[in-house]
């Protein structure tokens, strides 16, 4: 990674309850990654939705959302990633998920959402060969 082109964005506390998610973006030429760690529920996501729309603003071709370290996610917190998904397809960018926690991977499975969004096990794997794993 050519660190000219890398550009993160100090880790930021979203959301006001005592249970916080904490974002950190990386900008790519080619791709955006948005990390997230915590929770995501009623509380934070609002201001995750903002962030998140902020990110894909910026974003070119690939917005990948890195769930490794959210460890709850309520039904307001897949709310804003299907908006995301929602707002990112027609401008032609792929949203893809990396990494999510055994948790997250069921509730995504439990949900269907499975079948809206690329799911990568890794962020490595989310970010090899992005012309492969476009969209639809």
């Known amino acids: 990674m050519n660190t000219k082109d890398h550009h993160a964005t100090a880790g930021k ?59 709850f996610c309520d039904a307001a917190g897949l709310g804003v990633l299907i908006g995301t998904l929602h707002r990112a397809t027609p401008r032609h960018i792929d949203l893809h998920l990396a990494a999510p926690s055994p948790q997250m991977a069921r509730l995504l499975h439990i949900t269907g959402l499975d079948r809206s969004f690329k799911i990568h096990s890794t962020l490595a794997e989310a970010l090899a060969h992005p012309e492969e794993n476009r969209h639809a």
């Open 13 to 71: 506390r979203v959301g006001h309850a005592h249970v916080d998610v904490d974002l950190s973006t990386i900008r790519q030429p080619a791709h955006t990654i948005v990390r997230l760690h915590g929770d995501i529920d009623i509380a934070t996501a609002p201001a995750l939705r903002e962030d998140l729309l902020d990110a894909l603003g910026s974003c070119t071709d690939l917005l990948v959302v890195d769930l490794s370290g959210v460890f």
